[in-house]
């Protein structure tokens, strides 16, 4: 493939589309009411305090319920949850989103995801806008995981499951 010099958004979508990605269903809740969404855009940023990143883009309509609860939850998908993917993914209301899978609770209040192969739970400590996007510093205040779920990737444009040997 020749080098592009020049990087258009379309390039960057389809050389991105080249790095593979755990995929999570992040999700809310509190005075600005339920919220999830599908985020490829997640990272660990430190161990102390243990913080990871989120990319929220601000056009999203779960946008302003984030905002306004200013915790979440980072449930990453395990193999065979890539339908919930999907439905996270845009577009589905949002009790039909909550209604495909089974959720409970430790300390925010966010939904936690049963059958996640980890899930962070999180009060957003800082946020800056970049682009279309904020990217949302998230603190872990618990974290629940399971030894038994194995992972799921998105890669090229399609989900992978991550089998251990
Ligand atoms: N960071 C984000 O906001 C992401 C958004 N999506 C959205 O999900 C849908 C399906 O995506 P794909 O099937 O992967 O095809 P795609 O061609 O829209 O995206 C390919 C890759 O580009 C990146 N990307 C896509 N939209 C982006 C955005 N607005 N900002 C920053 N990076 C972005 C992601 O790494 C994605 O996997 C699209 O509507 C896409 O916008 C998908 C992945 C990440
Ligand atoms: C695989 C995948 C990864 C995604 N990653 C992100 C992400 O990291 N950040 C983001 O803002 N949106 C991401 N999206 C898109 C959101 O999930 C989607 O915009 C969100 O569900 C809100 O849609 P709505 O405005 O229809 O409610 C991703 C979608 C898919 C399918």
Redesign the pocket.
Known sequence: MAPIMNVQ??D??????R?G?AVSVVTTDGPGGQAGF????VCSVTDDPPTLLV???RS?SVYPVFEANGVLCVNVLAAGQQTLSNLF??KTPMPERFAGARWSLLVTGAPVLEGATVSFDCRVSRRTEV???DVLFCEAVAIRGSDKAQGLV?FD??YHDLLAA
């Open positions: 958004r379309s960057y979508r389809d050389a991105m589309a790095l990605a599908t985020a490829s855009a990319c929220l883009n999203a993914g845009g682009g279309s996007h998105y444009r399609r």
